[in-house]
């Protein structure tokens, strides 16, 4: 008897993808969990992880960011919400859109006042010499 479909397994399955380099494969696999299971816990970090699967290939930040978009769109109360927004800035600094980068980080920073995100914008935002 074949066991049920489980989105801890697809996203197992997807994160050890992920964990090894194969991004693409991990995309994909990160893609079924929240196509099949959209309203788990694991979909909304499968999401994040699309993103940062786009991330970790470096010349692929303009795809990440719409990605992290979704996060925050789809998935509000997810705890990676904070983190999607500092990617995003992350990335737009990786593309040399200050503009948008600082703004992300600000918006962190505001929202977010008191978490470990809100401490790295702080520290990015100094970075770009936005802050002393």
Request: glycine share 6%; aromatic share 12%; with cysteine.
């Amino acid at each position: 008897v074949p066991l049920p479909e489980s989105p801890a397994r697809y996203y197992t399955a997807a994160w050890n993808d992920y964990m090894g380099g194969r991004y693409d494969i991990a995309v994909e696999g990160f893609r079924d969990v929240v196509q099949k299971f959209p309203n788990t816990p694991d979909a909304g970090r499968a999401q994040f992880y699309i993103g940062e699967a786009y991330y970790q290939q470096r010349n692929k930040c303009q795809q990440a960011i719409p990605e992290y978009q979704k996060v925050i769109d789809l998935y509000r109360e997810s705890e990676l919400v904070p983190d999607a927004y500092l990617m995003q800035g992350v990335c737009y600094q990786d593309l040399n859109q200050t503009a948008n980068a600082r703004r992300m980080f600000e918006l962190v920073r505001d929202r977010y006042p008191n978490s470990t995100q809100a401490t790295q914008a702080t520290q990015k935002l100094r970075g770009m010499g936005v802050l002393r």
